[in-house]
């Protein structure tokens, strides 16, 4: 069965700083993995994916993820945190098939300080 | 990106009527949609999968008969939630996946929170 992880429910940074926000995951074969950010009482909005290739992943507002095969990981980075991406972000996976849902994480709360 | 379009936005209604919720994907065809619902600060629970022009395959644990799913169409989706509860209050998002992208991405509607009075 398919299964993702977030370890952390909330991550706290300083606007400037770098920002992890971490996802490891389960599945059979290989894996497409995925980051959402949700904004309260709004749906998700894609950010990024990885599918093969490059392990590192460049997406929207400035983020990125590694995929990590080893480690089955792919966490969500960016170099320099803002105010304005505090909110919740949802790393997601599912199976190489046709059809098939995503399956999420429970979520991790960022939250960016000024 | 493709556009996934929800309606409606809010709705409160009176426990034991029906509410009807629309998924339109606006810019391309969608043979399968997907419904979701989002209990307050958790994560999103995969309802069913809604097939074009054929039965949803609902997750276990999901009352069909509760929970009724149609799409007439390829841009069309719809959850109806009947004989509505307090319970059944909660954030019901839609997901679709545009068949000609690569990597297979949802693409979500803005969601529709629902309250049971």
């Known amino acids: 069965a398919q299964s993702v992880a977030q370890p952390e429910d909330q991550v706290n940074v300083a606007e400037g700083n770098p920002l992890t926000v971490k996802c490891t995951y389960s599945?059979?074969?290989?894996?497409?993995l995925f980051w959402y950010v949700q904004y309260p009482n709004r749906g998700l909005q894609f950010l990024l994916k990885?599918?093969?290739?490059?392990?590192l992943v460049k997406g929207s507002y400035g983020f990125e993820a590694e995929f990590n095969k080893s480690q089955t990981s792919f966490h969500l980075k960016k170099p320099s945190a803002l105010v304005s991406d505090s909110a919740l972000y949802f790393c997601?996976?599912?199976?190489?098939?046709?059809?098939?849902?995503?399956?999420f994480g429970k979520g991790t709360t960022l939250s960016v300080s000024s | 990106g493709a556009v996934v379009s929800q309606h409606p936005s809010w709705v409160i209604c009176k426990s034991g009527t029906s509410v009807k919720i629309e998924c339109r994907s606006l810019?391309?065809?969608?043979?399968?949609m997907f419904w979701y619902r989002q209990f307050p600060k958790q994560s999103l629970m995969l309802m069913a999968t809604?097939?074009?022009?054929?039965?949803?395959?609902?997750e276990q644990g999901v009352e069909k008969d509760k929970f009724l799913i149609n799409h007439a169409s390829l841009t069309l989706s719809t959850l109806t939630v009947t004989s509505a509860h307090p319970e059944d209050s909660s954030f019901y998002i839609c997901?679709?996946?545009?068949?000609?992208?690569?990597?297979?991405?949802?693409?979500f509607g803005e969601g529709s929170r629902l309250t049971v009075l």
């Open positions: 810019d391309f065809q969608a043979t399968t």
């Open positions: 997601a996976v599912r199976a190489n098939q046709a059809g098939t849902a995503l399956i």
């Open positions: 997901s679709a996946r545009d068949p000609t992208g690569v990597g297979g991405e949802l693409f």
């Open positions: 809604s097939n074009e022009g054929s039965k949803a395959t609902y």
């Open positions: 599945v059979s074969g290989n894996p497409y």
């Open positions: 990885y599918i093969t290739g490059d392990n």
